[in-house]
C-alpha cells in the first residue's frame, strides 16, 4: 500500500535485504483476493497477511492465509518449506 | 489490590510493546494471559482483604471498581485477540497450491518495475531465477 519512497525508508531502517513492492492502488491485492475493505488507517483498504511460495513455473506450491492477521508465517518454517520442496530462491518479493 | 490492578494494565501495554515482537509470544499470548491472571487474583485477594477489614482499607468502594475496571481490561484484550484480529474477509479467489500465480508488475522500493514472470525466469546478468516467496502484509507504517 505504501508508495516505494516509504518503502524504501522503512528496508533501510529495518535492514531488509528483500525487494519491497508497492501496490499503491492494491491492484494485485485484489488479483489474488486478499483486499481487508476499510481496515486501514481512516478506513482506507489494506491486503490482509498472506504469504504465497511460487515456483520456477508459476504454480503456487505453498500458500499461508492466515485467519488472525496476528499469526503470520514465521522464517524459519518458509526456510523449512523451501528445503522441502527442493525449491531455490530466485529473490524475495513483498507486495503491500 | 491496586498492584493487581496495575498489572492488568500493564499486560496489554507490554503486548503491544514488547511480546508482540517474538513470535512465540504474539501467536499465542500466553505471557500476556499469565500477567493478567496473576493481576487479576491479586486485585481478587485484595477485594476480599477490603471487605474483610473495612476500617483498614478505608472502605470497599475502591476495590469493586479496580476489580470491575481490571476485569473489563482483561475482557477487552480478549477480544482484540481472539475476535477483532480474526475479522477477515473470506479471500476465495486467492491463488491455491497447484493453480498458477497470476503474473504482475510493481514498483520495487527504488520505484523500478519488477515483474513476477521475469523473476521467475531469471532476468540474465547471472540471474538464474527460480522460487519467488511473495509476502503480502498490511502495510501503512
Redesign the interface.
Given at each position: 500500500?505504501?508508495p516505494?519512497?516509504?518503502?524504501?525508508a522503512?528496508?533501510l531502517k529495518q535492514g531488509y535485504e528483500f525487494?519491497?513492492?508497492?501496490?499503491a492502488n492494491a491492484?494485485?491485492?485484489r488479483?489474488?483476493?486478499?483486499?481487508?475493505?476499510s481496515?486501514?488507517?481512516g478506513s482506507?483498504d489494506?491486503?490482509?497477511?498472506?504469504?504465497?511460495?511460487?515456483?520456477?513455473?508459476?504454480?503456487?506450491?505453498?500458500?499461508n492465509?492466515?485467519?488472525?492477521?496476528?499469526?503470520?508465517a514465521?522464517p524459519e518454517q518458509?526456510l523449512k518449506i523451501?528445503d522441502d520442496?527442493g525449491?531455490?530462491?530466485?529473490?524475495?518479493?513483498?507486495?503491500? | 489490590m491496586w498492584s493487581g490492578f496495575l498489572l492488568v494494565l500493564a499486560a496489554p501495554i507490554t503486548y503491544g510493546t514488547v511480546f508482540v515482537r517474538f513470535p512465540s509470544t504474539r501467536d499465542l499470548p500466553w505471557a500476556t494471559f499469565l500477567i493478567l491472571g496473576v493481576g487479576l487474583s491479586l486485585a481478587a485477594v485484595g477485594v476480599g482483604r477490603a471487605y474483610g477489614e473495612p476500617q483498614v482499607y478505608r472502605g470497599k468502594m475502591a476495590g469493586p471498581i479496580l476489580m470491575g475496571l481490571g476485569a473489563a481490561v482483561a475482557a477487552f484484550f480478549c477480544y482484540q485477540f481472539f475476535v477483532f484480529t480474526r475479522q477477515l474477509p473470506p479471500s476465495n479467489g486467492a491463488p491455491r497450491v497447484g493453480q498458477a500465480a497470476p503474473d504482475f508488475t510493481l514498483p520495487d522500493q527504488e520505484g523500478s518495475p519488477v515483474t513476477l514472470s521475469s523473476l521467475l525466469a531469471g532476468g540474465g546478468q547471472g540471474d538464474r531465477g527460480g522460487a519467488v516467496l511473495l509476502i503480502f502484509y498490511r502495510g501503512y507504517w
Open positions: 500500500m505504501d516505494p519512497e516509504i518503502n524504501r522503512h528496508r525487494t519491497f513492492l508497492s501496490d491492484e494485485v491485492i488479483r489474488y483476493d486478499l483486499l481487508h475493505p481496515a486501514g488507517p482506507v489494506i491486503s490482509r497477511p498472506a504469504e504465497f511460495l511460487i515456483d520456477a513455473a508459476g504454480t503456487v506450491r505453498w500458500e492465509i492466515t485467519t488472525s492477521f496476528a499469526v503470520r514465521r518458509v523451501f520442496l525449491l531455490s530462491a530466485a529473490g524475495r518479493g513483498l507486495g503491500g | -
